[in-house]
């Protein structure tokens, strides 16, 4: 580790962050030595599309397969053991990075099928799966589900296929003009008809983090679920899920610098106990006859068959290397990193879509270039080194909201360096003559 | 040339800024019509494409006798949809699969081109495309054009028997 000291996540905002050297972090990372498109050095700028990997998450899961690759939870010999240990421990330091207890954190395969896990669980208990203490993940007609129109498709697609299933009805909030949650009609949507409230915790496309404190009083005063997409702040945010409060979280191991195939689902506990299975089968049932099975408790009863072990165990050393490096440390470090995308909007004929201030935003900046499509940007971009996302960013309403059917994304983690958004701004600066726009 | 300069060549620049057959047509006459609209899901791109076909005359067979289209995308996309217009326009159904056929053969190439000169020259400005070919996230785009055509001539029923 390259810090002197230990911030812990969450930590108050008036803790001195210790200096951290930002080029040896970058240093952990090999993919990023590597040269593309004949030789060129890459800058990636793409990490809210996933993260590279750090050298202790890729050692951790060659390790596992090397030295105790072992089906876990089951077996008596000494290698199940260890492999039960070092997935648990995982699960340890998830829930410590994110606020949260041990029992509270599902494995998943990463946060769509965490918020599709939550989805399917309400249709269950509406079908009387769950019996009497799931009434809470009961739907009847009439009731509402709230999400708002910057959701990445996979918070706002199943909440419309539960609707459809169930008979309840979507509504959402708005976006602003300068892209943040339009809350101006907040009493006239959360209602008492809500029993969902599901909404990112940052947009994927605006960077703009969402007023979780707001959204979590309305839902409570009418007693509905909370279900927060914390896919892109958990990795560049201190986040404390009890302190937010809310009900429900997901979030993917890949874009917080760790392997692919693997998530969690947050649950408060008490909802958890309270939640019906949706994928049945092994690992996860107390006594099962030809006639019925009866369930484990949370988290393995939504943890049936074979567990990604190598990738959660890769999740957990991601998490706590993050720790160690102090989320205080890297929040500022992103505060730094979003000024310096945000200077392209400085570029004549550079339009950003999403807040233009620092304040409650992370370095996700999407854009349109007048006169030259994103595709056409990004290959601009692509031809000097310089790797962006383009096209909706699994967010068509909210560019439909900004009259656009596509935009570029550039966004920074721990390892990207200023002198990369230079170099980006440079590049970007010469898209629009390359093309002969006026 | 770089493999930039490859892939956006100047023809494919102009046919962007300066598309042929774009604004939908109503189409009139004794023909056969059919429209087809195709979306790009990964990046949103979208062709809205009208194809009229004239009737066999003279013992002939049946052309494509007007393509009109409205869209929105990158300027592969657009580009690739201008110089299909005009490439199309005239020629037999017949001409018109084997043309389909020619291009996405060049489009799976990796940036080599046809063996194939007849075929290729048959191709005229849409070999400009063979750069296009290198990069395989950008072929769909180039295709997107061409499928709409494919489309709406299945749908105007002059593929039929």
Known sequence: MTTTDTVRAGAPET??????????????????????????????LDSAATAQKPNVV?????????????????????????????????????????????????????????????????????????????????????DEIVVTEAEHHANLVPWQEL??????????????????????????????????????????????????????EAARRVGAVTVLDACQSVPNLPVDLHALGVDFAAFSAHKMLGPTGVGALYGRRELLEAMPPVTTGGSMVEVVTMQETTYAPPPQRF??????????????????????????????????????????????GVRVIGPLDTADRLAV?????DGVHAHDVGQVLDDKGIAVRVGHHCAQPLHRRFGVAATARAS??????????VAFREALAGVRAFFGAE | MSSLEQMYQQVIL???????GRGLVAVAGDGLAGESHQVNPTCGDEVTLRVAVAPAADGGAPTVSGVSWEGQGCSISQASTSVMTELVTGRTLDEVARLDATFHD???????????????????????????????????????????????LARSGALAG
């Open chain 2, 106 to 152: 060049l489009m799976a190439s990796r940036g080599k081109g046809l063996d194939d000169e007849d075929a290729e020259d048959s191709l005229g400005d849409a070999t400009a495309f063979t750069g296009v070919s290198q990069y395989p996230a950008r072929i769909k785009c180039a295709l997107l054009g061409w499928a709409a055509l494919k489309d709406s």
């Open chain 1, 58 to 142: 890729l050692e951790a899961e060659v390790d596992f397969y090397e030295q105790r690759n072992a089906a876990v939870h089951r077996g008596a010999h000494q290698l199940a053991e260890e492999a039960t240990e070092a997935f648990e421990d995982a699960r340890v330091a998830v829930a410590t990075f994110v606020g949260a207890d041990p029992g509270e954190i599902v494995w998943a395969p990463g946060a769509t099928a965490a918020l599709n896990l939550v989805a399917y669980a309400f249709s269950n208990a509406t079908a009387g799966r769950g019996g009497a203490r799931a009434e809470r993940f009961v739907l009847r007609p009439g």
């Open chain 2, 14 to 20: 102009d046919h962007a800024k300066h598309p042929h």
């Open chain 1, 365 to 369: 900046v999407s854009f349109v270039v």
């Open chain 1, 163 to 216: 609707c459809a299933r169930t008979g309840a009805v979507l509504r959402w909030f708005g976006v602003t003009d300068d892209g943040r949650l339009d809350l101006s009609d907040l009493d006239a949507v959360i209602t008492e008809r809500t029993r969902v409230v599901a909404f990112g915790h940052v947009s994927n496309v605006t960077g703009a983090v969402a007023p979780v404190a707001t959204l979590v």
């Open chain 1, 303 to 348: 943890e049936a068959g074979t567990q990604m072990v190598a990738q959660a165990v890769g999740m957990g050393v991601a998490a706590q290397w993050l720790d160690e490096l102090g989320m205080d440390a890297v929040a500022e470090h992103e505060r730094q990193l979003a000024a310096e995308l945000l200077k392209i909007a400085d570029i004549p």
């Open chain 1, 15 to 44: 803790t001195t962050a210790p200096a951290v050297d930002w080029s040896a972090v970058r240093a952990d990372f090999p993919l990023l030595a590597r040269t593309v498109r004949g030789g060129r050095q890459l800058v990636y």
């Open chain 1, 412 to 421: 920074a983690s721990v390892y990207t360096t200023v002198e990369e958004i």
